[in-house]
């Protein structure tokens, strides 16, 4: 509240209401627009005058509201008709007092209040006509959606409240008074946060697998502010910690800029961020398309996969509950917290298992002989035909197929050469071979 202004907008009132009228006059008419607002936005709402009398020389007015429903950040003239009023020039008295909400002694009632007289030597007016505008309130909405609140010009905001009146040859005419409607719509959050799926292959023998799952962004389209310009967020991701570790910490994505706040934590359950792109304003996201933001990369209990036969799933999902105190999941958007909706995403580990083969067969007959060095020769070098294990043809396990091989094939039929690397003379299995298929081992 701007108490220096107080006592001269009572000394003010006091003369307004010296010639009082009790009935609301057609003539003249206070309204408030109606409105849609989702929950988080901010909201700009004005008081609107039509004049269908004579010219007025000042007026007062409380403009009241729900706190529940709209949080009050501030009142204004800047940019109505009253700024400029006298001839062009502000106001010879203006006074503009704000309650966010009620307060014992100052305000039985949460608004504002504005009282003016435009030219304190009678002066100016404002003339006849319609679409005049006397002041604006600044709100947040902090209603549900699917929610409505009234928002209009009352007698109840001060102490002594402040009458709705406008002041005519010095007689003060209460008008006839519209309040507007804000609707808060209901249906989906603004934005949805979704979390990557992918499929993993994994070594059934060792179990050892990980994956990396980046979290998106999107705005809907249906969205009343959408575009939004926003400048931060923060994210809480839940994971099967009976299965799941994450490595590491959750990683910044975003390749246009780095941003000047960025949280990571582990926590128990998962993990949360949270994001301030820039403290002085230069940095901010629009998510018109879906955006990756955040890239994390998880571990899999080797225990728990290794010997399985089938797939197995997880969810990665998001929560408002953990961390202590909780993070919740926001888009921050002209300073105010944004709710989003989830998408979870899975991750699933497909187990792959090694076949067995025998270490120098790459002709796939059942044996190692001299036909295998003669088939490697004709592949590398004939356009011959592709084996159905690679690993078979890596005489000498040195993770390629080449001249090397064919000669070790050789030298070890006809020279008494080294014999082939594992799984030699007998088939066998090697964690990660190169092996689609073999006929010969049981």
């Not at 809907?220 to 994450?246: E, I, K």
Request: aromatic letters at 10%.
């Amino acid at each position: 509240m701007k108490r220096s202004s107080y006592f001269l907008l009572l000394t003010f009132v006091l003369a307004l209401v010296a010639t009082p009228v009790s009935a609301q006059d057609p003539d003249y008419i206070f309204y408030v627009p109606d409105a849609d607002a989702p929950n988080g936005s901010n909201l700009d709402l004005t008081v609107g005058f039509d004049n269908l009398g004579a010219p007025i020389g000042g007026f007062s007015f409380g403009v009241c509201h729900d706190p529940a429903a709209l949080q009050l950040n501030s009142a204004t003239d800047v940019g109505t008709t009253t700024e400029n009023s006298n001839n062009g020039a502000p106001p010879g008295f203006l006074a503009i007092n704000v309650y966010p909400e009620a307060i014992p002694g100052q305000s039985d009632a949460a608004g504002w209040n504005m009282g003016v007289v435009i030219d304190l030597f009678g002066g100016a007016f404002i003339e006849p006509g319609t679409g005049y505008t006397l002041g604006t309130g600044s709100y947040t909405v902090v209603g549900d959606a699917g929610t409505s609140t009234s928002v209009g010009t009352c007698d109840t905001v001060g102490l002594p409240p402040v009458d709705v009146v406008v002041v005519v040859a010095g007689a003060s005419i209460i008008p006839t008074q519209n309040p507007g409607t804000v609707t808060i719509p209901a249906g989906p959050p603004p934005f949805l946060y979704s979390s990557g799926s992918t499929s993993v292959p994994y070594d059934v023998d060792s179990g050892n697998a990980s994956a990396t799952v980046n979290m998106s962004v999107l705005e809907d389209p249906s969205s009343p502010s959408y575009v939004s310009v926003t400048q931060g967020f923060s994210m809480g991701v839940s994971h099967d910690t009976a299965l799941l570790t994450v490595a590491g910490n959750p990683e910044w994505i975003v390749s246009s800029f780095s941003p000047d706040f960025f949280g990571p934590a582990l926590v128990t359950g998962g993990w949360t961020v949270g994001i301030v792109y820039s403290f002085t304003g230069v940095n901010t996201l629009e998510f018109d398309a879906a955006t990756e933001v955040i890239g994390v990369t998880y571990d899999a209990d080797p225990a728990l996969l290794a010997g399985l036969d089938t797939e197995t799933s997880t969810e990665i999902s998001f929560s408002n509950e953990l961390g202590a105190p909780p993070v919740v999941n926001v888009v921050v958007v002209g300073g105010n917290s944004i709710d989003v909706g989830f998408e979870s995403g899975t991750i699933t580990f497909v187990p792959v298992t090694d076949t067995p083969f025998l270490r120098g067969n790459c002709n796939n007959d059942g044996t190692t002989n001299i036909a295998d060095g003669i088939w490697i020769l004709n592949f590398l070098y004939q356009s011959g035909p592709a084996a159905t294990c690679t690993a078979a043809c890596d005489f000498n396990d040195d993770g390629m197929m080449d001249m090397s091989d064919a000669i070790g094939v050789i030298s070890w039929r006809l020279m008494d050469g080294p014999p082939p690397s594992a799984p030699f003379p007998d088939c066998g299995t090697v964690a990660g071979a190169d092996c689609e298929a073999t006929s010969y081992c049981p």
